[in-house]
């Protein structure tokens, strides 16, 4: 009996995906669960497990080619008899990379070697045999540190460029090898320079804060975050993004929490943030931080959009910063560190714990008097001893 299994949706949003490299052929007999293609998508690239057990007829599309959701991807024979099970994966869909640079295999000895567009790039301009080197990236992935020393032992081709890079050298200078989260990170950030984004700031006198936080044993960012969602609920246009000719107003607030990891800055997502408890946000930030330091998100997590992101500067001693936006948002929050500042109180100066609170926004969904108010708003809820109490624990 033949079977057509479509692209299937990998993500909120996505609209198609892009064969990177097939894992079977036509008249392949494959198990169920066994990985069939590699296809990239905006946010990621991700290997698709094989939802049946049977024999591949046909192979609808070659690489780099470009399926939209819904469309046919392989057609199979159930009838057939499937070859041996693989060892099980632990997941259904492996995310290859958190960025949108899929791995392309080029034959090298006896099997296929791995390595990213950029990299593959970067050893063209260095006039290094990608097909040569042994990878020392995941699975055996070749990075552009495995370029560049390659690079280094056979020295660097005759072009003005490259020359011109290597005079540099000569006189002090190195290079180094940008990693493919480096490269996502950038491309982010870079992409977001077209917004209009102006950065508010207060100053928090945390007393209460601080009172409050150790009495429920926990940190300030997830009583901050609670805070942040009950005024979203007063101030929509937090949660809102700006779709050009309107303005996507969210129910849920899907909190972007900055996460800084060895391999660079990560923006995992607190989903819903608002129905849970500060105990429960709590629990979210320490698993989702976790998780983007050793790689363990799911694929979920991974694609989640966050509609407000929140950065804590303060956990490495900044006093204060001007976060850029994440795609999708119309307000990122940055809280500085909690110290002893001179405060004045009823007319007197006194020491008070006291942090800067900074609110970036995008200046096409809310105007300065529109985010001032919202700030204003949620550093009133911060101070006041009553409305920290009536956030849900």
């Known amino acids: 009996m033949e079977r057509v299994f479509a692209m299937p949706d990998l993500g909120e949003g996505l609209e198609e995906g892009r064969i990177v490299e097939w ?6 007999e494959v198990a169920l ?6 296809v990239e998508t905006a946010k990621a690239a991700v290997e698709i497990p094989s939802p049946f057990a049977g024999r591949i007829l046909k192979l609808h ?9 819904g469309s046919p991807l392989i057609t199979f024979d159930l009838e057939a008899v499937p070859a041996p099970a693989p060892e099980p994966d632990t997941s259904v869909l492996r995310t290859a990379t958190l960025s949108a640079h899929p791995a392309v295999a080029e034959q090298r000895h006896n099997g296929p070697v791995k390595a990213t567009p950029p990299v593959r790039k970067r050893a063209k301009e260095l ?6 080197l042994d990878g020392t990236g995941p699975g055996g992935r070749v990075t552009e540190a495995d370029v560049q020393r390659a690079a280094e032992r056979t020295g660097p081709p005759e072009s003005d460029d490259i020359i011109g890079v290597a005079l540099y050298q000569d006189v002090g200078s190195r290079l180094e090898p940008v990693d493919e989260i480096r490269q996502s990170i950038a491309a982010t ?3 977001q320079i077209k917004i209009p984004q102006v950065t508010t700031f207060r100053t928090v006198d945390c007393t209460e804060l601080d009172r409050f936080r150790h009495e429920l044993r926990v940190s300030p960012l997830p009583v901050v975050i609670a805070a942040l969602c009950m005024t979203a609920r007063d101030h929509p246009l937090l949660n809102a993004n700006w779709l050009e000719d309107m303005i996507e107003l969210r129910d849920a607030v899907n909190v972007g929490v900055a996460v800084d990891t060895e391999r660079g800055l990560l923006v995992p997502v607190l989903q819903d943030a608002g129905r849970r408890g500060i105990a ?7 698993r989702v931080a976790a998780g983007a330091r050793d790689g363990s998100l799911a694929l979920a997590d991974k694609l989640a959009r966050p509609t407000i992101a929140v950065s804590n500067t303060g956990s490495y001693g900044s006093e204060a910063g001007t976060p850029i936006l994440s795609p999708g948002t119309s307000v990122t929050i940055a809280f500085g560190v909690i110290r002893p500042r001179a405060l004045v109180v009823d007319g007197v100066v006194e020491p008070r714990l006291a942090a800067t609170i900074s609110m970036t926004f995008d200046h096409r969904a809310l105007d300065g008097a529109a985010a001032g108010r919202a700030l204003t708003d949620l550093v009133a809820l911060l101070e006041s001893p009553e409305r920290l109490g009536g956030l849900p624990r």
């Open 23 to 28: 894992l079977v052929g036509e008249g392949d």
């Open 33 to 38: 669960n066994q990985p069939l293609v590699e």
């Open 61 to 69: 599309g070659g690489i780099d080619t470009d399926v939209p959701v």
């Open 127 to 132: 006039g290094v045999d990608i097909a040569t």
């Open 189 to 191: 950030l870079t992409s």
């Open 280 to 286: 429960g946000i709590s629990d979210e930030i320490e």
